[in-house]
């Protein structure tokens, strides 16, 4: 019996991933031909786009598209592309590897402003020798991660594996809760962000979410804490964070993600002594990861 073939596009805006995914999907998906759109002979013999960041018409020549794959867990982007077939499944990418890497680069800040680790890079360059007597236990520290969906658990359960009392937020109760977490709802998050010390967000992009951590998300936070912004940067209202740190209400902040990206230059963000700035590079799924979902979604439609 001879394989199911499919065709699909490689259209994102930002990013020119042909070379990589190209080879990936030729060596572990031989069944897929994947074309960039300038390589499409025939729009209608195209089963799926795979994409990130689409063009605005990113889909508009495919009338016969079983599909559309992101190529990254976030999905905002192909949502609001205007072009998107509304009747079109639209999947993301649930790679176990990496929800590790998001676990493990949260792990990171989390560490570092409970460690206060930015001030011993300080004391370094005025060789100074400063050990603090207590502030090590992360049993004392006490951790909200915002969004407990694929990358949101692996955050927590990251967190909770290192000793630090963990707690989540999300729209709904999880069906499998985690032992040893407390877990919030929206109606809650009062609650939630008052006995937060480190905020985490790995919540997605919606209308609910956009600008959501601004100046009465921070104040709500106990004097002091910390936050690290790993969803999507429209979130976040860059001036209100700015002015938290400058108070004093935030002792940190460490930034993944921008709007827009990159970050521009001379943006107050980049000087700024309490923020750690990162180029969106929390995860990334592997491409042999990407090419298996596609492979498993077109399957199961047969």
Not at 266 to 273: A, M, V
């Amino acid at each position: 019996m001879s394989q199911k073939q499919w065709t699909g596009v490689l259209a994102c805006r930002v990013l020119d991933l042909r070379d990589l995914y190209g080879a990936v999907f030729a060596d572990v998906a031989p069944q897929i031909t994947l074309l960039t759109p300038e390589e499409v002979t025939n729009p209608e013999s195209v089963d799926f786009v795979l994409s990130w960041a689409p063009p605005k018409d990113a889909f508009t020549p495919y009338p016969n598209l079983r599909g559309i794959f992101s190529i990254a867990a976030g999905m905002d982007a192909i949502m609001a592309c205007p072009s998107r077939p509304k009747d079109v499944p639209v999947f993301r990418v649930e790679d176990p590897d990496q929800a590790a890497q998001m676990a493990g680069f949260a792990a990171f800040h989390i560490i570092w402003h409970h460690r206060k680790m930015r001030q011993y890079l300080e004391d370094q360059t005025h060789e100074i020798w400063n050990r603090p007597n207590s502030g090590r236990s992360p049993a004392k520290v006490r951790v909200g991660v915002m969004g407990f969906g694929f990358m949101g658990r692996a955050v927590a359960r990251g967190a909770a594996a290192l000793g630090y009392s963990v707690a989540t937020l999300s729209r709904s109760m999880p069906a499998e809760p985690e032992a040893g977490m407390v877990h919030f709802v929206d109606a809650d998050r009062s609650d939630f962000l008052a006995r937060t010390d480190i905020l985490v967000n790995v919540l997605p992009m919606t209308p609910a979410t956009k600008g959501l951590f601004d100046a009465d998300l921070f104040s709500a936070l106990p004097n002091g804490a910390a936050f690290i912004h790993l969803g999507r940067g429209r979130q976040l209202d860059d001036a209100a964070l700015l002015a938290a740190l400058d108070s004093g209400q935030l002792s940190g902040a460490s930034l993944d993600v921008f709007a827009p990206e990159p970050l521009l230059p001379g943006h107050p963000f980049w000087s700024h002594p309490k923020i750690f700035v990162t180029p969106h590079t929390a995860s990334e799924a592997e491409p042999t990861a990407v090419a298996a979902n596609v492979v498993k979604h077109l399957s199961a439609m047969g």
